[in-house]
């Protein structure tokens, strides 16, 4: 069952990262506490302010961290049928 663990680790890595973008994509205060604490997010705030960095994390950043998080449960649903597909062949 080795061959599982990528296929698993990539499942819930995306539900995990689709679960907290659309938190913070629905709950602005929860995403302005998350940028104040994050030393990432504390660089976005010192160069562009609170607010400016608030909007471009809704606009961009939380839409494409939307999408990955998508593509790695479909690469992990993919991983998973196929390595499901051999064991059961065999």
Known sequence: MYPLIIPAVLLFGGFYFLGRNISFLRNQIKLGAYLETNPAGKRWVKHFGQEKAIELFRRYFLPVGIVIAL?????GCWGTYKVLLQYLQN
């Open 71 to 75: 593509a790695m449960i479909w690469v």
